[in-house]
């Protein structure tokens, strides 16, 4: 079947006329130069592993280190101070407009898995180093309750700026420029590395396989992979800001511990290739190891395609633009606009509890853990047997809508408590817009063809988040595109507003458009496996690398699959998770039901007054409620009741 590759003369003409229809000029002056570049297409079957070379007239193209493509700049000097000099305080902001204490659900009952999804490709196609010694810090507002609750007025939120092309910054008709710092194509670099050195560490170089870990688990940071071996200092470098966390996970993406239903991603397509290893030694008993390992990394990178444009982007709501072919003249690289504002959508959709199920639809007896205290843990994986808990129970959790609210564990407890580490992640996607010279809002909408607002009423059909933009930002024009995009009505049957979609829908395109190797497009695939990888979903994945077998097909949209489960445990009462307990003021909630319902969350003391009476939508899985208790609540006793559909459960805590 492979031999078909070669049969394809048509290939050839393809390639030619398509260039040669571009410019008269090539006809006359470049035909032979073409004609090399049609024969080496032929004799390139795979990928190189940092992304030269995929474009034969711009080999450069999408490659590690190349910059990242800017609209109108919007640094305050027109080189390279930051954009928004006058505009309102990043934590002021963040205080006044994010702050989440109850349930948003997505409207649509999207699933965890599609936060995760977005966040695992994005660190496909994205890394921006951090500059190692430019800092741009955010000032915290005096008083802020989390961060500087006694009133310096000093404290200060700790950013450097992005590292930048070093030729670039020089005057006005040569702006700072950035790179990016893996390679822009859909190629499972997540997987693999976009390095050659962090790709042969990860391979064992026998049957083509890539290393694992007791448990079938990524490989650890140490000599032989295992968690007992010593620390291999040549092991490539992971993110890991907790200097006391030793032993880690080591994946083809340095943020692959970052969380473990991220980890279990990237620990779900390393089993596939090597799944599809163990295929391809059957099929081909003659091929050598870096056949099987290419082979399997090509079908991989295809599968993870599929999963985007044929699933993961329609039930975001995209129209994806059916695929006419590879188009040389397409540029794939990445948006600044897109890395820095739009795709960092994801942020406002993620959940604050990881709920962990086996596989008969019980709640695991470790119980779920708080997002904030799974970051960077490589525990959490092990602590439960391995991945399978979280890709069973975060099929069951509705993700967080799309909007202007972020919960508390990404707004005051990224990595860490406020103060020891504990940083905003609102803050900091707005201060990084403003330090990669991002435009204001109005400015990059009419970049990409859309009419800018004239006022603030036109923003959403909610006044009171109008309200809330004018009295933040006063003027229109100052507004910060990452806002501007969260807070716009999401266009019919979708996730995003306008702005939003028009901008990740051109990234993807071009990212299809402008791969050579994009799997519809490699002539080294027969008819037959392009087929089958075109039919490939999520869920299949998972359920050919891990004894799961109680996930929904449709893994993007939450489903109740443990139906039974929740109607046994709400016959008489509402069961329901509370966590942490003791609580200091932060605390989340699970609450699973098995259809769409009104419910009241109320918080009463030992003396049953009620400090706090809440308004609920549930949705049909488990719901996540993430709630600040209010700032002058003593400590004490309390008790958290829920009441939906006649039914109700309490559950007691501990106020520390």
């Known amino acids: 079947m492979r031999q078909q590759a070669f049969q394809e003369t048509v290939f050839f003409n393809h390639q030619i006329f398509f260039l040669m229809k571009k410019s008269l000029h090539l006809q006359f002056f470049f035909l032979p130069l073409l004609l090399v570049l049609a024969l080496k297409v032929q004799a390139q079957e795979y990928r190189t592993i940092d992304g030269t070379g995929n474009n034969l007239i711009h080999p450069e193209w999408g490659a590690v280190g190349m910059h990242i493509i800017n609209g109108t700049p919007g640094f305050s000097d027109g ?7 006058d505009w309102p305080n990043p934590r002021f902001v963040s205080n006044a407009l994010f702050a989440q204490s109850t349930l948003t659900n997505d409207s649509r009952g999207l699933s965890a898995y599609t936060w995760v999804w977005g966040q695992f490709i994005d660190h496909d196609l994205t890394l921006s180093p951090n ?3 430019e800092v741009m810090n955010i000032a915290v507002p005096p008083y802020d309750a989390y961060f500087d609750p006694t009133g310096t007025g000093t404290v200060t939120i700790p950013m450097n700026r992005s590292d930048y092309d070093p030729a670039t910054g020089t005057g006005i008709n040569n702006p700072r420029t950035y790179y990016n710092g893996i390679t822009a194509f859909v190629d499972a670099s997540t997987i693999y590395g976009s ?3 962090r790709a042969a560490w990860l391979r064992t170089f026998s049957g083509g396989k890539l290393k694992m870990s007791a448990g079938n688990l990524l490989p650890y940071n140490t000599t032989t992979g295992e968690y007992d071996a010593p620390v291999d200092p040549g092991a490539p470098g992971m993110a890991m800001p907790f200097p006391n966390v030793l032993k880690y996970f080591v994946s083809g993406d340095v943020r692959a511990n970052e969380n473990p239903f991220l980890a279990g991603l990237h620990t779900l397509f390393a089993r596939e290739h090597n799944r599809l290893c163990n295929e391809l030694a059957v099929q081909h008993p003659e091929w050598t190891d870096e056949q099987l390992y290419q082979q399997a990394r090509k079908l991989v990178g295809a599968e993870i395609q599929a999963i985007i444009y044929e699933e993961w982007l329609p039930v975001l709501g995209m129209e994806v633009t059916p695929y006419s072919g590879y188009d040389h003249f397409v540029n794939p690289g990445i948006l600044n606009v897109f890395n820095t504002a739009a795709y960092r959508y994801g942020h406002t959709t993620i959940t604050s509890l990881m709920v962990r199920m086996d596989n008969n639809g019980e709640y695991m007896p470790q119980g779920d853990i708080l997002l904030r205290n799974a970051f960077f843990n490589p525990t959490a994986i092990t602590e439960v047997g391995g991945i399978e808990p979280y890709l069973i129970g975060m099929a069951t959790v509705v993700q967080q809508d799309f909007d202007c609210k972020i919960i508390d564990d990404l707004r005051n407890f990224l990595f860490g408590q406020p103060g020891s580490g504990g940083l905003d992640l609102v803050a900091t996607n707005i201060n990084r817009g403003r330090d990669r010279g991002l435009p204001d809002y109005n400015t990059v909408r009419t970049d990409f063809g859309l009419p800018a607002l004239q006022n603030f009423s036109e923003f959403s059909s909610d006044p009171l988040m109008n309200e809330n933009l004018e009295f933040v930002y006063g003027d229109i024009n100052k507004i910060d595109p990452w806002v501007g995009m969260l807070a716009e009505n999401h266009m019919p049957d979708a996730l995003f507003g306008k702005t939003a979609m028009t901008i990740v829908k051109k990234q993807f395109m071009d990212l ?12 080294w695939l027969t008819e037959e496996e392009k087929q089958w990888i075109k039919n490939t979903r999520l869920s299949d994945v998972i359920r050919r690398n891990a004894p799961v077998t109680i996930i929904q097909d449709d893994i993007f949209v939450a489903e109740p699959f443990l139906t039974g489960v929740f109607e046994r445990k709400t016959n008489e009462e509402i069961a329901f998770g509370l966590y942490p307990n003791p609580v200091h003021q932060q605390m989340s909630l699970r609450i699973g039901v098995v259809q769409k319902q009104e419910a009241t969350l109320q918080i009463a003391d030992g003396q049953g007054k009620v400090v706090v009476d809440r308004a609920l939508r549930l949705s049909p899985g488990n719901n996540i409620v993430s709630l600040s208790l209010p700032g002058d609540l003593p400590a004490g006793y309390y008790v958290a009741t829920i009441v939906a559909g006649g039914r109700t ?8």
Do not use: W
């Open 131 to 133: 500059h190692p010694s």
């Open 512 to 523: 299809r458009d402008g791969d050579r190797f994009y799997y519809e497009n490699d002539y």
């Open 79 to 85: 080189i390279s101070a930051p954009a928004g000099p």
């Open 649 to 656: 459960g309490s559950q007691s805590f501990i106020k520390q």
């Open 195 to 197: 390095d050659a050195p």
